[in-house]
């Protein structure tokens, strides 16, 4: 699996992250265009941080974060499956420091 980015956020913190898979989907060209189903894309987060929500759009995947503990090192597994059954999986880091 790819760690596509590391962030840094503070616990107080909500920030958005976006993960662009439109090149990913323009190559596979089988993902039917619209908002992101439970069919098509998952996202899993750790316990100690707070997944608020995701969407897709246009190829973008869009990451909404609250909380995490200080010192806390996060991964965001974003797991995207297009309709004729390709997977692509990528990681997002976060490391929670309060400054």
Do not use: C, H
Not at 2 to 9: D, E, H, Q, S, T
Not at 23 to 51: H, K, M, Q, R
Not at 62 to 69: D, I, Q, T, Y
């Amino acid at each position: 699996m790819a760690i596509i980015g590391k962030v840094f956020k503070q616990p107080v913190e909500v920030q958005d992250y976006d993960i662009d898979f439109s090149e990913w989907l323009a190559s596979v060209a089988d993902l039917a265009p619209g908002p992101a189903t439970n069919n098509n894309l998952t996202v899993f987060a750790p316990t100690g941080i707070t997944l608020m929500s995701y969407t897709l759009a246009s190829g973008i995947v869009k990451l909404w974060v609250s909380g995490g503990s200080d010192n806390g090192i996060y991964k965001l597994v974003v797991t995207l499956t297009s309709v004729g059954g390709r997977i692509k999986q990528v990681e997002l880091q976060i490391k929670v420091k309060d400054t």
